[in-house]
């Protein structure tokens, strides 16, 4: 278990957090686009849950100039081409 306690702090939810405020977009208007609760992106902003491929694959379909790497891994900018 507590291989798995570390791996989780790797992944931080601030990151899809910050990805959307670059995108002027806020989690209930993500929810609400992609036809999830708002709970779901808001249990992952604070560290509770990770988000599943589907939902990272329609995330980086509705906004494709969002950083996907950024929102993984923190690395680089929220955005594409900043």
């Known amino acids: 278990m507590a291989g798995r306690r570390e791996k989780k702090s790797s992944i931080q939810g601030k990151w899809l ?8 977009m806020t989690v209930y208007r993500l929810a609400k686009e992609l036809g999830y609760s708002r709970e779901k992106f808001y249990r992952h902003i604070g560290n509770k849950t990770y988000l599943s491929s589907e939902s990272l694959a329609e995330i980086a379909g509705k906004f494709p100039t969002m950083n996907m790497r950024y929102v993984l891994t923190g690395e680089g900018a929220p955005t594409m081409g900043k």
Do not use: G, P
């Open 17 to 24: 957090k910050e990805a959307l405020a670059a995108q002027d």
